[in-house]
């Protein structure tokens, strides 16, 4: 009988090791539901958050574009207008109209960002990053003399465009200042 209590004596006390381990369990249970509850919450919350700067970022890429679109409408207007007198009247058009319109579009695009490299006519050392030949047999080497014949395009900093160019010994305009007093103009970057 004495080695029956000390059996009995010993499942207690693996029981209660038991209870224990089970409790311990449990808890970490609890801990791993609240965590779950806490990872839905603030995923829940990374969702409302993106969704709402998508909306902020929707909202002010719509207005810029409402911007642009507004500072667009003049000269789209006269395209427009001097379209139709070409094609329904059959009347000629003045080439230097075309060109105005042409310039109020390039100011708009400047005005936000946009940046002509270079301008036509202008001698410059050859500089592979921001110039190309302006024909496929033509070749350069760094700091070779060249007239630009087509200006560069960039924004913020990017070139969007090379500047098409050609061997400085080609045809040659004249330099800017007598382009000015031609009474021929540039864009200005």
């Known amino acids: 009988m004495g080695n029956w ?15 224990q381990l089970e409790r311990e369990v449990q808890s970490l249970r609890a801990m791993l539901e609240d965590q779950d509850k806490i990872i839905a919450n603030l995923t829940g919350e990374l969702k409302q958050h993106r969704d709402e700067a998508e909306f902020r970022l929707k909202r002010s890429t719509h207005a ?29 058009l003045n080439v230097r109209d075309v060109i105005d319109v042409g310039k109020q579009f390039i100011q708009v695009f400047q005005k936000y960002g946009l940046r002509l490299e270079g301008y036509v006519g202008e001698m410059t050392p050859f500089d592979p990053d921001h110039h190309m030949p302006l024909r496929q047999e033509m070749t350069f080497t760094p700091g070779e003399p060249v007239v630009i014949r087509f200006v560069g395009i960039a924004y913020r900093g990017k070139i969007l465009r090379k500047a098409s160019v050609e061997g400085s010994r080609s045809h040659r305009l004249p330099p800017r200042e007598q382009l000015a007093s031609s009474g021929r103009t540039q864009v200005q970057p």
């Open 5 to 19: 209590l000390s059996a009995l004596f010993r499942k207690e006390q693996v029981s209660g090791k038991d209870l």
């Open 64 to 92: 810029v574009m409402e911007r642009i679109a507004g500072d667009l409408a003049a000269p789209v207007a006269k395209l427009n207008s001097q379209a139709y007198v070409v094609e329904e009247q059959n009347h000629p």
